[in-house]
């Protein structure tokens, strides 16, 4: 393995290091832990969305898995957050790899898998909502127990250099993946199945292994949601805005590719903030602006933002040439 | 667990009536659909929308009935100009684009809702609310009556627009064959920015059929988008009648498991028959084999 193809994110960790250390108001710091948490589920989504071309509309599903196991299993069965975090991880891989399976394996493609996925996720959260072991429309407590036995902490620091170091983690296996035959099978998969078909790959598992590392991404996102907010209820856990945030996050940044989802991310957050600032108080504004965007983004930027920045660069060395 | 049969008897009127309302929602969905092949993720932001209308109508004085026509008229104008001017343009003609710029206006719509009305529910108060009709083993409550004729109506005037029509035969030439349909002289785009006029206008009949049962909030789109995806799906992706008969089914079933199993696990029942249509027949019941 060489280090070359990696150097681009270790510059880029080491820029929001560098953010991250500057980080003195607590609110400055909530931003950022909950725009990292988002991107990470981008980068889950990623994977299936944009390198697979398998849109999902229903992230929350994986999301909502991992934070509710990782909840559940401290708050009622008393299991250290250690185990408990790594199991929320295998239990979103097995939520993917069961939806993946019954929604491949009938084939289901655009419209249709955006559409079981988006019902998955709802089954999920209505399930979520009622069910007592998940503390019904409660919610799920985890004690207050700051240590780091029990992964809290007492201050927003160390959430800061945990969620950096899963994003650098996110960063890295997307640039692993995409480097790896896998990742050009996948790409295949995306451009045109049955061509993919005829050349001897087996779309249904690369799809199936995409979903199961996509789902796991993502719950280890649900999980971090819970370990640092230590509550989770189904409207969070399950609902639609993190399906939509983790998809928006890597259109808006650049579908299948490696930044795309960290860019699209804190874009979109500062936008948000930016939208808030403007807009006032006024609830709605700035959901409205995000909305707007998407389109945007849509419409002018098959590439994202970051495509956008390199096309402008590309344009500006062309004129300095 | 049993209930007595004149129980289960009204479950089961109470839920074709309703489930009337949820074909009128559904129909506009499957027509753009078949003919766009696009799922229009703001549909139930502009059944919001259409709501909020008819509602600020009834606060300046008109009944909802009576601004039902104009209001279709006027979301008709609207449906036209979002295809025409929006998702056309943005979406450079491919599928999975029209999905985000369709949930792109969701959001867009949704929140402006939220922004101008606050989130709080409304209902409104018309002097009919209240009255009820005996049918000797069930009272029906006269607007839910009304809500069921008037989508009955509309569901045939949409069916005999798309097959006696010129207008109707363009559409379902365009949906069959695109360029086929260019070729002849029929104008694509003109064609999708009429459906998706169409679609509103349904949506706008509905909202004011669904004002005088029903409260109104920025979010209520969202309880019956995924109701109507389902009737698109059981009844078979772009076929007209097959989301009348898909939504009059989905609403006894609503209404039947609401009665068994209570509400909140009474919306499950609608999304186990969606993904279970989804994985073994999706076509629908009633649609082509693909």
Redesign the interface.
Known sequence: MTIRPYLSILVAVAILALAVSLARSNTFANAIVTAMIVAIAGYGWNLLGGYAGQFSFGHAAFFGAGAYVDAVLQARYGVNAYPAFALAVLAGAGVGGAIGYLSFRAGLRGSYFALITLAFAEVMRIIANAAPIAGGAAGTLIRLDPSLTHFQFQSRLPYLWIALAFVAFAMALTRWVERRRFGAYLVAVRENEAAARALGVDALAVKLRAILVSAALTALAGALYAQYFLFVDASIAFGPWISIEALMGPIVGGLGTVFGPLVGALALHFLGEFARAVAGRIPGVDLALFGALLILAVALARDGVQGVAIGLARKWRARGA | MLAPPDIVAAAIVNGLMTGAVYALVAVGLTLVYGVLH??NFAHGAILGAAMFAAYVAYRAGVDPYLAMGPLAAAFFALGYGVQRL?IG????GE???V???T?????????????VF??DTRTIDVPYGFSTLDLGFVLLALPKMVAFGVSCVVGAALWALLTATDTGKAIRAVAKERMGATLVGIDPPRVFAVTFGISAACLAVAACLLLPIYYVN?RVG?AYV?VA?TIV?LGGMGSIPGAMIGGLLIGVVESLSGLFFGD??G??GI??I??LV???R?TGLFGAAA
């Open positions: 696009i799922i929006i343009p943005a979406s450079h599928d999975r684009n999905l985000l710029v949930l792109g206006l969701s959001i867009v719509i949704e929140n402006l809702l939220l922004a606050s989130s920025p969202e995924l995806f799906v909140s696990l919306q499950l999304y186990l969606f993904i989804l994985l073994l999706p």
